[in-house]
Structures are given as structure tokens and as C-alpha cells.
């Protein structure tokens, strides 16, 4: 199982990001996804998270409104557009595949974006 | 918003004696499917989370024997029976209905 994050950079506050994830060695498609974030020496804070089809997605309040999860299965992928980006979205974003089954918990390396004039 | 909170926030601990982290939830945890979703992630220094314990005590392919987990409700620990130099990190307990996290214990040598 791999996952690979792309798409960090740093950006000025209230510009746009488009991050992703390209997995592989799994079915894709039978997987929950998720974005989970890490401030600079900070814990981990869940940002959000899609089922198979894309038909039920869920967000941290902090997020809602300005960011948007999707995935394209044809392609392996997992998105995350981060619009109107405060200096407090500043963070390592991992992808994620985890379900409540033995083996079953995955995460990227991380893409650091950064946020700041 | 079920809140997650463990203790203490920082361990430091002799090579080869135990350790335990304690994490208490804002509200039961236990699922009308009977299931208990709580599990426990180590992030070592410089790497990615890498999940230990899944649904309170049961251990991910790997993981060495010396990491248990228990708990009920609101109630959780991880036991580390005997600290090895490898443990180093902070460890996570995370409750995976509403993907909540604790806000970690760092784990050091003594």
C-alpha cells in the first residue's frame, strides 16, 4: 500500500491549494478516505473524510465552506481543495486510508502547506 | 463533539520498565453495533502516524507484543510493557466515528 501527497506550496492568506494523493496497492475503491493535517509541532486534527462514491462527505468545522474533498477511483486518487487558506491552515496534510480492520491503516508521507505573506 | 483527553502529556521512562497512557473520552464510546471504535496511533520523530492498536485492543499487523491496549466507555489506555529505545514518539489515541484525536503524549527516555 502506498499513498503519495503532491500539491503543498505556500500560498498568501486567502489564495487557493489543490492537493492529492495517489494510491496504490489497494482496491481504491473499497476504501473510506481521509485528510488528516499536523500544524508545526503540533498534534493531529482530522480535516475530512469521503466514502467510496463520494456521496457522504464530512469536515471539521474549521474547514467548512472553504475546503472540498473528492477523489476520481478511475484514477487512484484522493483531493483536497483548500479555498480562502488562513494562516492557521498552515500544516503537514496526510492522506489516509483507515478502517476498523486489521491492516487496515495507511498514511502518506505529508505535503507541507504553508500559509503566509 | 466527542472530546478526547489523555494523560499525562509527556512520559519519560527507563529502558525496559513499563509504561501507560491514559485516554478519556466526553461520552461513551461503545457503538449501537456493539463495536468500540478507539484506537491508538505512534508517531515516531521526522514519520508518519502509524496506527498500533485498532477498535481498543487489538494489535495491527507488526506491532510488537509489548503494546496492549484496554478500556471501555470512556476509559482507554495503552500499556507499552517493557520501553525499548524504538518507542520514542508520541502516541495517539483517536476516536474513529468522528475521527477525533487525543493531543498526544510524548514518549522519551529516561
Not at chain 2, 39 to 54: D, E, T
Amino acid at each position: 500500500v502506498q499513498l503519495v501527497e503532491s500539491g503543498g506550496a505556500l500560498v498568501q492568506p486567502g489564495g487557493s491549494l489543490r492537493l492529492s494523493c495517489a494510491a496504490s496497492g489497494f482496491s481504491y475503491n473499497d476504501y473510506w478516505m481521509s485528510w488528516v493535517r499536523q500544524a508545526p509541532g503540533k498534534g493531529l486534527e482530522w480535516v475530512a473524510r469521503m466514502n467510496q462514491d463520494g456521496t457522504k462527505k464530512y469536515y471539521v468545522d474549521s474547514v467548512k465552506g472553504r475546503f472540498t474533498i473528492s477523489r476520481d477511483n478511475g484514477q487512484n486518487s484522493l483531493f483536497l481543495q483548500m479555498n480562502s487558506l488562513r494562516v492557521d491552515d498552515t500544516a503537514v496534510y496526510f492522506c489516509v486510508r483507515d478502517c476498523s480492520t486489521s491492516g487496515c491503516s495507511n498514511w502518506g508521507q505529508g505535503t507541507l502547506v504553508t500559509v503566509s505573506s | 463533539d466527542v472530546v478526547m483527553t489523555q494523560s499525562p502529556l509527556s512520559l519519560s521512562v527507563t529502558l525496559g520498565q513499563p509504561a501507560s497512557i491514559s485516554c478519556r473520552s466526553s461520552q461513551s464510546l461503545l457503538e449501537s453495533d456493539g463495536n468500540t471504535y478507539l484506537n491508538w496511533f505512534q508517531q515516531r520523530p521526522g514519520q508518519s502516524p502509524r496506527r498500533l492498536i485498532y477498535m481498543v485492543s487489538n494489535r495491527d499487523p507488526g506491532v510488537p507484543d509489548r503494546f496492549s491496549g484496554s478500556g471501555s466507555g470512556t476509559d482507554f489506555t495503552l500499556k507499552i510493557s517493557r520501553v525499548e529505545a524504538e518507542d520514542v514518539g508520541v502516541y495517539y489515541c483517536m476516536q474513529a466515528r468522528q475521527w477525533t484525536f487525543g493531543q498526544g503524549t510524548k514518549v522519551e527516555i529516561k
